[in-house]
């Protein structure tokens, strides 16, 4: 069983949408869950963090988290063809720093 | 604004010969991490250091693998002796708490 599950995509959306992206776990045990963006050939950019069930929001992304359904999503408001990238969703268990990565889900922002 | 930076940017070795990629993390942080990303695929947790320890390791950071912050500054990564299969992009990642990290660029690794 993969740790961490993200559907890997392509998930287009028109400039000016909402991008839903989403990522499932395996580990109940889990703590910390994060949400990055990876440009085409470049490292990954922390974009947000939770850590308690419910939503997060800074600017036009939300994160929201169930710990009871083992679930995270990423919400992109007012998509830019500059949010074109893959979304990348991470956790960490809940104890040590090894942090556990899903595969991705590649975002198209078509104008 | 500080960043993580790594050297090489582009390591090109044989197989079975040694490479130590280099990493500076950001200044006042405390927290290390070595990713590898093959091509394609997930990037992957090898290893997190913490007070000159390793704190945690994967079943990828076998006995070919060690880590190393040899002057408080440099954070390398050492492979004893490459395979065909360690060719990857490399990420050093650094962070001030437990839970946050900054990725450096990475440094593509080619072994032929």
């Known amino acids: 069983q993969k740790e961490v599950e993200q559907n890997s995509g392509p998930l287009s959306v028109p400039e000016g949408a909402i991008a839903s992206l989403n990522c499932t776990y395996s580990?109940?045990?889990?703590?910390?869950f994060f949400w990055y963006r990876q440009y085409s050939g470049k490292s990954p950019e922390l974009i947000m963090s939770?850590?308690?069930?419910g939503d997060k929001e800074d600017g036009r992304f939300t994160a929201q988290l169930n710990k009871a359904s083992q679930y995270v999503s990423l919400l992109i408001r007012d998509s830019q063809p500059s949010d074109s990238a893959t979304y990348l969703c991470?956790?960490?268990?809940?104890?040590?720093?090894?942090?556990?990565f899903g595969t991705g889900t590649s975002l198209t922002v078509i104008p | 604004e500080p960043e993580v930076t790594q050297t090489p940017s582009h390591q090109v070795t044989q197989m079975g010969q040694e490479v130590i990629l280099r990493c500076v993390p950001i200044?006042?942080?405390?927290?290390f991490y070595w990713y590898r990303q093959i091509l394609g695929q997930k990037v992957e947790f090898l290893v997190s250091?913490?007070?000159?320890?390793?704190?945690?390791k994967s079943e990828i950071f076998d006995d070919q693998f060690s880590v190393e912050r040899p002057d408080g500054s440099n954070f390398t990564l050492k492979i004893r002796s490459t395979k065909l299969e360690d060719s990857a992009m490399y990420f050093c990642?650094?962070?001030?708490?437990?839970?946050?990290?900054?990725f450096g660029p990475g440094t593509r690794l080619t072994v032929t």
């Open positions: 200044s006042n942080h405390l927290y």
């Open positions: 580990d109940r045990g889990s703590q910390s």
């Open positions: 991470a956790v960490n268990k809940d104890t040590g720093n090894q942090f556990y």
């Open positions: 990642a650094s962070g001030a708490e437990s839970y946050e990290q900054y």
């Open positions: 939770i850590y308690s069930n």
């Open positions: 250091f913490y007070n000159n320890e390793i704190s945690e």
